[in-house]
């Protein structure tokens, strides 16, 4: 039985996938992913099936195909906040491989000239975190997957408790012909503000700014 290959794909734009993962999808007998990572990869004729819902459904199709090769695409690197773990859950670490790709939250930082060694990354993906303002004040840098109102306002939240000292950057649609970067200086002006889903918000020290 061959490997499940999960694939990170990257932040949005073909550019960034790396040449591994299209080694890799070039040789899948079936190709599992949302319709835009789908579409990065336009020229395999593999058999395709398409995320619209439930992941644990299309894991269940999954299941009479295990003798082909199939490569499931990921969004990001995946390692990191990834679908990839329900994957591996479902089917074990040692029925798949992994392809790490370049994730959103290092576009952002690297769009701000800023390493992200020392931050704390937080994904807002279906779920609020759990995190204090008094824990996010140990950390200078904190990245947020944000994508939708709840977790915009839950970063306002904490903007407004963390005082002056922070600001938030908001990383839109990286990679792609929309890609936006904007500063908030407020919890007032996160609030009026509107996001596209793609979106990471970088809770930073102004003195990483400057």
């Keep these: ?95 798949c491989r992994v392809i790490p790709g370049v994730s959103s939250v290092q576009v952002a930082f690297s769009r701000l000239v800023l390493s992200w060694s020392s931050a704390l990354l937080i994904s807002a993906h279906g779920r609020l975190p759990q995190q204090t303002t008094a824990e996010l004040s140990a950390y200078d840098r904190i990245a947020l997957l944000a994508g939708d109102n709840a977790a915009i306002n839950w970063t306002a939240d904490r903007l407004a408790e963390l005082g002056n000292a922070y600001l938030v950057v908001s990383c839109e649609n990286l990679t792609l012909d929309d890609e936006t970067i904007r500063q908030f200086m407020t919890a007032d002006e996160l609030r009026r503000a509107t996001f596209p889903s793609r979106t990471v918000l970088l809770l930073l020290k102004k003195e990483l700014l400057t």
Excluded: W
Aim: glycine share 12%; aromatic share 4%.
């Design 1 to 95: 039985m061959k490997p499940i290959v999960i694939v990170g794909c990257g932040p949005g734009d073909g550019n960034y996938l790396t040449a591994v993962a299209r080694k890799a999808v070039a040789g899948a007998e079936v190709l599992v992913g949302a319709d835009h990572l789908l579409a990065l990869f336009s020229e395999v004729g593999s058999r395709r099936i398409e995320v619209t819902g439930s992941m644990a459904a299309v894991l269940d199709q999954l299941e009479p195909l295990r003798e082909l090769q199939i490569c499931i695409l990921v969004s990001g690197d995946s390692g990191l906040f990834s679908l990839a773990q329900l994957v591996i859950g479902r089917f074990g670490r040692e029925n």
